[in-house]
């Protein structure tokens, strides 16, 4: 399941925003099934995944046992629909008791009072969650959401590509400009080959004709393009939370990525991969990319899609500054207007519980927010034959922050088509760097 928060999915989103569509939504809405019935009362907890929504019908069995007086509804808003719809919902008080949020969307809502303080809901005393996720949701000194989910990003690759060509995926790095120590340029020439079996630098070498790409640079915030920013020592951020991705290490990060597309013609054309976030993926599980680099929100995808490829996990490249994974969660936020503080806080409280967790990780949906919960997701892989201690080694120690602030999602909608232009190579590096920037902190003012 893809944790989608803005990343991957920005251009999806901006084709989306249309002022109206979420008008007609309004039916059957939450406020018809929160109330009190016959058998007590009755909740409703929103997602916008239907994997997650049946683990979690599991998950809500085993607390009515415990809760016999509270009945909750799990239901299922696209991810399409979902941030048009939420804010209609809030205004309306049709919106859910409980609801799912990603770390882009959180805190203007924190900050405009329409999510309880979850910290004080659930208390002090609760099983150990996973940090940078409770980081994420921290605000102002207060907890506003549960971890649920979380990612972080790990490289696939194709085992008999890379094999063949004698590439060691585990020692790949990037330095900007293909410098000193840098050894992802040369596997990806390797990796890379057309229908006549020649290389990127070699003679004939025909890029219209690419059979296979060696890696999956592209406008890939969670995955690709975040990542290589810290690596290079860049800020995505100020801690203001203005932008400040066009400095100097910025202009090494995109550049690099850009050059590995137009220049060493190594990885997918961007007039591909900025109009579909999943055209590498697809790639990868025709045997047409040899080093993807994703995260855990595509392995079963991948998994039942990759028929007759050879393929596992390594740990992501590595930069000037080391490996920096992005981690990303989902929260569980309680709804401040809610007519049933006490169930709720309920609720918010079993879903920060190993038990209340249990289902997400033992079907395989995603690593789960409870640390002690994780264990089972590694199992329902390994049962599979696959190893995801990678994107588990990729969480710990020091990790990229997505990003935080009530206006983000305004500014990142703003600066995109700016930055889509520059891997397109529409417009240099530097420029386009500094107008994505300027265009993305007006849009959060």
Known sequence: MKLRGLFTRQKRKLAALTAAATLALAACSPAD???DSSDGTRLTFRV???EAAAAYRESFKEFRKKNPEIDVKVEVVSWNRYWDRLPLDISSGDMADVYWTNSSNFAQYADSGDIMDAGQAVGADHDEWQKPVVDLYTRKGKLWGVPQLWD???LYYNKSLVGAAGVDVRSLAWAPHGGQGD???????KLTVDAAGRHPGEAGFDASHTKVYGFNAQADMQAVYLPFLAEA???YQSPS????FASSAGEDAIGYLVDMISKHRVAPPAADTNTSADATRDLFVQGKLALYQSGPYNLKTIAESAKGVDWGLAPLVAGPKGRLSMVHGVAAVGNAKTKHKEATAKVLAWLGTRQGQLPLAEQGVSFPGVVSAQGAFVDYWKAKGVDVS?????ARGRTVRPPVGPKVNAGTNAYTPILLDVFSGARPVPEGLKQAQNAGNAGMK
């Open 233 to 235: 020592g860049a800020d």
């Open 241 to 244: 939370g203005q932008f400040a």
């Open 390 to 394: 990678a994107f588990v080694e990729a």
């Open 33 to 35: 099934s929160s109330s």
């Open 152 to 154: 972080s990003i790990g």
């Open 183 to 189: 050894t992802l340029l040369s596997a990806a020439r």
């Open 48 to 50: 916008w995944d239907q």
